[in-house]
T-cell receptor, first 113, second 116 residues
Framework: AQSVAQPEDQVNVAEGNPLTVKCTYS??????LFWYVQYPNRGLQFLLK??????LVKGSYGFEAEFNKSQTSFHLKKPSALVSDSALYFC???????????FGPGTRLSVLP | NAGVMQNPRHLVRRRGQEARLRCSPM?????VYWYRQLPEEGLKFMVY????????ESGMPKERFSAEFPKEGPSILRIQQVVRGDSAAYFC??????????????FGPGTRLTVT
C-alpha cells in the first residue's frame, strides 16, 4: 500500500534562512510525488511535482524538491525563507496508474521575522 | 474561469442530522474527488466520481456516507445521521476528462463540518 510520512509536525525557521520540509514515501512501482501548500481556511495549492527525469525539481514561489530513490525521500527546500511561506505543507504520492493521491499528515512551517 | 466551488464553507449540524456538501468542479472538468481532513491530519481520499458514475469509493466509510455527481448540477457528498467524529474539513478536487498530468487536480476551498 502507498504511504507518505512527514516526520516533523512543525518546522520553525528564521526569515532569510534556508528551509527543509521532509517527506518519505512508500509505494510499489514508480511514484508520482507532489508538494502542496495550504494557507488558513483555503484549499490546497499545487507547488511542484516529480514524475520522471531530473531528481531536482523546481516549483512555485522559489521552492524546489529533490527526489532520492534510494532513500525514498522527496524533501521540500527553499534557499531563503519568507514570512509569507508560513503555512501547512503536504507531501503526496500517486501511483503511476489510478487517480487518487495519498497525502502525508502535513508539516506546519513557521517562518519567524 | 472560476475555480472549484464548494458550499457551504461552514456547516454546523447536531448529532443525528444530515449533512449535504456541494462541489461544483471547474468548467470543463468532469472528474470529481472528495477528501476528508481530520484535525491535525492529512487529507484522506474518499471517493472519485465521473459524471453519473462512481469510479472508486474505496475511501468511503461503509455506512452513512454517499456521493453522487449527476449529469446536471454539482457533486454532492451526503452524510446521514452525523456523529461528532464526522467533524472535519471536506475538500473537493476536480480534473479534466482524459487528463494525463496528475498535477491537474484542482482543489476547492473546503467545507468545514462541525457536529455538535
Amino acid at each position: 500500500a502507498q504511504s507518505v510520512a512527514q516526520p516533523e509536525d512543525q518546522v520553525n525557521v528564521a526569515e532569510g534562512n534556508p528551509l527543509t520540509v521532509k517527506c518519505t514515501y512508500s509505494v510499489s512501482g514508480n511514484p508520482y510525488l507532489f508538494w502542496y501548500v495550504q494557507y488558513p481556511n483555503r484549499g490546497l495549492q499545487f507547488l511542484l511535482k516529480y514524475i520522471t527525469g531530473d531528481n531536482l525539481v523546481k516549483g512555485s514561489y522559489g521552492f524546489e524538491a529533490e527526489f532520492n530513490k534510494s532513500q525514498t525521500s522527496f524533501h521540500l527546500k527553499k534557499p531563503s525563507a519568507l514570512v509569507s511561506d508560513s503555512a501547512l505543507y503536504f507531501c503526496a504520492v500517486k501511483k503511476n496508474y489510478g487517480q487518487n493521491f495519498v497525502f502525508g499528515p502535513g508539516t506546519r512551517l513557521s517562518v519567524l521575522p | 474561469n472560476a475555480g472549484v466551488m464548494q458550499n457551504p464553507r461552514h456547516l454546523v449540524r447536531r448529532r443525528g442530522q444530515e449533512a449535504r456538501l456541494r462541489c461544483s468542479p471547474m468548467k470543463g472538468h468532469s472528474h470529481v474527488y472528495w477528501y476528508r481532513q481530520l484535525p491535525e491530519e492529512g487529507l484522506k481520499f474518499m471517493v472519485y466520481l465521473q459524471k453519473e458514475n462512481i469510479i472508486d469509493e474505496s475511501g468511503m466509510p461503509k455506512e452513512r456516507f454517499s456521493a453522487e455527481f449527476p449529469k446536471e448540477g454539482p457533486s454532492i457528498l451526503r452524510i446521514q445521521q452525523v456523529v461528532r467524529g464526522d467533524s472535519a474539513a471536506y475538500f473537493c478536487a476536480s480534473s479534466p476528462e482524459g487528463w494525463t498530468d496528475p498535477s491537474e487536480q484542482y482543489f476547492g476551498p473546503g467545507t468545514r463540518l462541525t457536529v455538535t
